[in-house]
């Protein structure tokens, strides 16, 4: 197994058809350029390839949304100031996970991309979840 860091949109290092599995985790949110992103690890990606992306989305469950969205807007950016004398960066933080496609259309953005059997699953109430899809030629 071998580990590269890159960047996500460009993948000019890796063959095309040459990988099985793409990972990225609270990464892609990160990326100026979504669509070019995933077009990228469906081209690198092998027939059968298997795309799987963790990252923050939408709460889906009521209750834990407004104390989510509070300990998010309120909390966080101030354990931040506290720990790393940064609030700017942890409030960052916040606003760039409420900016992200919330979970289906994030799927659609995928199978845009070409992926086939794209699901998701939301974990501790949709906080993050898994987005999985399939190169299949």
Known sequence: ?????TSAED??????????LYTIAFGIRNVSDRAKAL????????NGGRF????????????????YDFYSFNV??????????????YKYLVESIRMFPKQKEFANM???A?????TYTNLTGGVVA????????
């Not at 070409?114 to 794209?118: K, M």
Request: proline share 4%.
């Open 114 to 118: 070409g992926f086939r059997c794209v």
């Open 1 to 5: 197994m071998d580990f590269l860091v």
């Open 39 to 46: 077009s990228e690890a469906y081209r690198v990606l092998g």
């Open 76 to 89: 966080i950016p101030e354990l931040g100031n506290l720990i790393a004398s940064d609030r700017d960066s």
């Open 11 to 20: 993948l000019k290092d890796i063959p095309d058809n040459s990988l099985d």
């Open 130 to 137: 898994i987005h999985s899809g399939f190169k299949l030629n």
């Open 110 to 112: 995928i199978e845009e």
């Open 52 to 67: 799987m992306c963790l990252e923050f989305s939408e709460v889906v469950v009521p209750g834990l949304k407004q104390f």
